[in-house]
């Protein structure tokens, strides 16, 4: 049984970080790119970071570049998303996704003084 379970998330001051996790299980991890979505309210879904099966390789919104990080670790199955610098624009429910287009439940991150 597949399983996607994100974690870190929670209400931060403008400017401050977090860190998200998503432990995954189930499936072979280190087979597959993983992506960070995330979806304010009113608003559509969107891409927010992606990092290889291998974690060479990864993109970035134009949003979030230079202020976000995505990294992996196959050894605990597992994808990260290190937010700094955070705004209130990325207040959003945020979501992990990969395999076979499978979604975590996602995590609230509300950015707010």
């Known amino acids: 049984q597949v399983q996607f379970v994100e974690s870190g998330g929670g209400l931060v001051q403008p400017g401050g970080s977090l860190r998200l996790s998503c432990a995954t299980s189930?499936?072979?991890?280190?087979?597959?790119?993983m992506n960070w979505y995330r979806q304010a309210p009113g608003k559509e879904r969107e891409l927010v970071a992606v990092?290889?099966?291998?974690?060479?390789?990864?993109r970035y919104a134009d949003s979030v570049k230079g202020r976000f990080t995505i990294s992996r670790d196959n050894t605990k199955d597992t994808v990260y998303l290190q937010m700094d610098s955070l705004k209130p624009e990325d207040t959003a429910v945020y979501y992990c996704?990969?395999?076979?287009?499978?979604w975590g439940q996602g995590i609230q991150v509300t950015v707010s003084s």
């Open positions: 996704n990969g395999w076979q287009n499978y």
């Open positions: 990092i290889s099966g291998s974690g060479s390789a990864t």
């Open positions: 189930g499936f072979t991890f280190s087979d597959y790119p």
